[in-house]
């Protein structure tokens, strides 16, 4: 009997695995294969250095030169199986993480998902390489684990069925207390992931507010206070380690048990003392000696699974993430936002029934046309669609009914990027990326002064400590909403395209400096621009030639 | 690299008696587990002579199988010690780092406090912090613990087996050991640094794509952004090819190592029995002291790989703290004025109770003004009770200004932790800074002064936030009180309300305020406008 939940959850694991192990699996074979047979060379060895030693004892030191020999040999053999495996190993891992990689970069710009930019940034770069120690660990620590302690009981049997017996009874325990200790384990690693996250998020919430807490001359006590929450958090946790760390010493006991009675019984069995366990003839130095050697070796397998065991529950959490983001619902442009000569004609615009295709529904837009020289204010509340309009006047949310037209042309899939070839945005929340702001204002070189004169923009930029070659940023530290409002228009006059659309340019801002912004926004159109501005700043829609209201 | 020392001096300092402890467990782990190998290979190789010779009777057998069951439990029981040990240590040391970094940041001028908000300069902070948090874990314990193991097994390997097999496994181990890793950290320096400065650039271009969607797909460029993205997330993994290549050679490279130190402490111990030197038993303690010792090894490698990452993250961390403030002389407190403005644009002279309200279109000038009033910035012409801002202690210079910045941060906790982030004060005392700002009835419906904020105080509504700062500062009680914007968010009526809240909480606190709207409120004397 079996749980839905839990139903689910293995349903959840083989669907993860069918993603991201099954596309590497002949890779994961091969490196399974090679890393096996690394683990039978050691068998080899240890009976190299057996015959040695009980060579000295029964006179023959001639051995000591070949064994020497045998025993370096098999361990270069080893470190070849291993090297070869592990690249086995690291090109999967890669393969892997290059493929979904590729695909998010791929789809994340074109199909926005209502996610913040931030998160899927971690996903990318941060999360995407937790799935390597999945991959490269744990499968292999499966496979081995299936076959190297059978064949190292299997010698042991054949040297001392007592021996071979010590080590059936402390290895069939293993696996009980591994899901145990994997789940202990996973326990300890979390609370210790826990313990950092937590103290991180601390750490960056007292360092945003770095500002406030140095003009409040209260650096001294946030660090006391730091400090004493680090050390409760450190407290708590120790608790959860001291009882996660007893459960994977139980595990270690366990084998440290069986090498102690696999001595133990071998010495005394060698000394006379025990006289069962071997087949027939007394159990000699050798065997004894060989034993001991390949006992530690039985454990290992296991440990290494259990070492590896929350690798998987971190790469299948990631898989989780990856199948969530699959799963929302997107919103992709119309058009391939490749290089087009711009659409030829003067340049007009017609709406009629248009609705926007936004995910889960439908915003109507007003119908109304635009032609050449024009400056239009589309106005109305926040929230009407004001933005949803000038996104999809530009193609970037596809249509579910009704058509825009431009230039005479239907837009589509085959005229948008013909159509944006003649539109520069200018959005409302500016963001700068992270290139010299020459480079953002002009990418192919031209003089941006003129053009940051005309937007007001020319004192903004010498008051810049490197003045052109600013790197503004993620935030655009240093300039003021008004002023990144202004460098956007410097922006939308540098492409040289006819129409600029513009989404709330004035918003949070002053009078005074929306005034500016105004200034030179009209100017644009005496320059010969047209222009389509969504506001509901009275000043502004005063200076525009009409308005047109969207309704909700 | 050289930045690395410093970090660990400091985390060493966090918790010096929990790390000795911890390194100490370490090394009787790693001893008792090449004893348990040593003692066991003695004991059957002894016990098959004794059996052989017939003697077995007479063989104490109790004292060495005492022995093997012994080290057997000890060693698990260490291994619980150390790992408890070292864990602890190693979250003292966390702690400490990221205190220490907090008071480094706190120090640094205007400018760079306020880049401290943006999420990528933060990002960066963390990820450089966690990449230093293995520092002690992973590479200065093993690697302290490997060489005590290696000098004291040395001594103990000379007393029993002889000096020739001694000599043969450190000779073997340590000269080599130390040759792999160096090469190790030699190849893995540049890669790993790589990858991680990769990784930041990835994150910047994922980020920067997404947020600049609709420019660059009205530029036509958006497939060129893409390629470009992934460029670097090639690079990115061809470094980690090339740390995973080195990683995977120094480990073939030990596991040769140990195979070779192993043999060679066979030849050496077949020497000594052909010569009659030793007995069998004796000399083949060589042979597995040399096979155990390979545990002491394998823990510094992944260490050593990361060492390119973690001396990057020293040093992006330890160059970004400014030189510690030099130790100032208490300025001269006497005669004269609170505050005195020469500067080209602005020229005031502010006393006792005064208020000025600060106008100008945004990018006059204003918040600068107050910054350097309130020391963050080059304070010329600018003089405090008759000293420059930036030339007082910064203690001092607190206890005099308080400022609240225009966007001014809030942090998670509870309401009383925000209020009470710079002075101790009674619960009277914080509703009467909050009924001064109107805010009480909002926070009394919240559920009072232990209502909780997430992250950067969410929770509230900006002017709501805005009003909990202007009631934080107001606790401070201090002589002259700079605001920027502080009616910013806030609806004309409560505006209204603040402003003479605060007046009226602090009767003889000079205000200089820089605002939009509202400079015509009664509380000020005056007004004052800067122009471009």
Known sequence: MTSPDQDSN??????????????????????????????????????????????????????????????????????????????????????????????????????????????????????????????????????????????????????????????????PLIPVFMALVGMAAETASRRQMDEISTMNA?????????????????????????????????IRTMAVLRVAFLSSTVLELFSAIGVAMVAVFVGFTLLGAISFGSWGTPLTLGQGVFILLITPEFFQPFRDLAAAWHDRAAGLSVVAELDTLDAVDRVSFVGQAEHAAPLPGPLTLNLTGAVAALPGRRVALPDFNFAAGEALALTGPSGAGKSTALAAIVGLIPLADGRVEVCGVHLSDATA???????????????????????????????????????????????????LNTRLGETGGGVSGGEARRLMIARAILTGRDLILADEPTADLDPETAAQVIRALTRLQRDGRSLIVATHDPALIDALDRAIEVRP | MKALIPIIRLLVIAAPWAMARGAALSVVVLLMG??????????????????????????????PSAGVRFLALGRTAARYGERILTHDATLRALAA?????????????????????????LTRIVSDVDALDGVLLRLVLPGLAALITHALVFWALGWLAGWPVAWAVLGGYVPVAALIFWLLARRSIGPSDA?????????????????????????????????????????????ARTLDRAERDASAALSLLVAAVTGVALIVGGALVAKGAAGPAVAAIGVFVALALAETLLALRRGVAELGKMSGAARRIGTDAPPAPEPFDAPDLTGAPLLRIDTPAVQIQLDENAAVALTGPS??????????????????????????????????????????????????????????????????????ALSAVALDDVIAERGGLGARLS??????????????????????????????????????????????????ALPDTAILAALHRGADHPIFDRSLRIDL
């Open chain 1, 417 to 467: 990027d013909t159509w944006r070839a003649r539109i520069a945005l200018i959005p409302q929340s500016p963001h700068f990326p992270d290139q010299p702001l020459h480079a953002w204002l002009s990418p192919d070189g031209t003089d941006p002064w003129p053009a940051l004169k005309m937007a007001e923009a020319d004192r903004i930029v010498r008051r810049l400590p490197e003045g």
């Open chain 2, 363 to 432: 990018g006059s000038g204003k918040t600068t003004l107050l910054m350097k009033i309130a020391g963050l910035a080059n304070g010329d012409g600018i003089t405090l009770l008759g000293e420059r801002p930036d030339h007082w202690p910064d203690a001092a210079l607190r206890a005099v200004v308080t400022m609240v910045p225009q966007r001014s941060a809030l942090i998670a906790g509870t309401i009383r932790d925000n209020l009470t982030l710079a002075t101790d004060a009674d619960d009277t005392t914080l509703w009467r």
């Open chain 2, 34 to 63: 090449v004893a348990l190998l040593g003692l066991s290979g003695w004991f059957i190789t002894a016990t098959g002579i004794a059996g052989l010779a017939g003697i077995g009777i007479a063989f104490d057998v109790f004292r």
């Open chain 1, 10 to 171: 293995r349903n959840d694991r083989a669907r993860a695995k069918a993603r991201i192990i099954a596309p590497v699996a002949q890779q994961l074979h091969r490196a399974s294969m090679l890393a096996v047979l690394a683990g039978l060379v050691w068998p080899v060895q240890a009976a190299a250095l057996a015959w040695a030693i009980a060579g000295w004892v029964e006179g023959d030191i001639g051995r000591t030169l070949p064994a020497a020999l045998i025993f370096v040999t098999g361990g270069a053999l080893r470190a070849a199986l291993d090297h070869r495996a592990g690249a086995h190993l690291f090109t999967a891992a890669d393969r892997t993480i290059a493929r979904e990689r590729a695909a998010l970069i791929g789809r994340e710009a074109r199909a926005r998902a209502d996610i913040g930019s931030a998160q899927i940034a971690a996903l990318i770069v941060q999360k995407l390489p937790l799935l390597q120690p999945w991959i490269t660990r744990y499968h292999v620590a499966m496979v081995r684990v299936s076959i190297l302690p059978l064949v190292l009981l299997a010698a042991a049997f054949w040297v001392s069925w007592v021996a071979g017996l010590i080590l059936l009874v402390a290895g």
């Open chain 2, 195 to 239: 990858v991680e400065a990769q990784g930041q650039a990835l994150r910047r271009g994922v980020i920067d794509m997404i947020r600049d969607r609709a420019a660059l797909i009205l530029g036509a460029a958006l497939g060129a952004r893409e390629a470009q993205i992934l460029q670097i997330d090639m690079q990115s993994r061809t470094a």
């Open chain 1, 202 to 234: 601390m750490l960056m919430d007292r360092l945003s507010a770095s500002l406030d807490i140095r003009l409040l001359g209260a650096g001294a006590r946030t660090a006391a206070d730091f400090t004493d929450r680090a050390e409760g958090l450190r």
């Open chain 2, 455 to 504: 992250e950067g105080g969410a929770g509230l509504s900006g002017g709501q936030a805005r009003r909990l700062t202007l009631a934080r500062a107001i606790l401070t009680a201090p002589r002259l009180l700079l605001l920027d914007e502080p009616t910013e968010g806030l609806d004309a009526d409560t505006a209204e309300r603040v402003l003479s809240g605060i007046r009226t």
């Open chain 2, 97 to 121: 780092l990221r205190v220490t970094l907090l008071r480094q940041q706190g120090r640094r001028d205007a400018r760079a406090l306020a880049r401290l908000r943006s999420e990528a300069v």
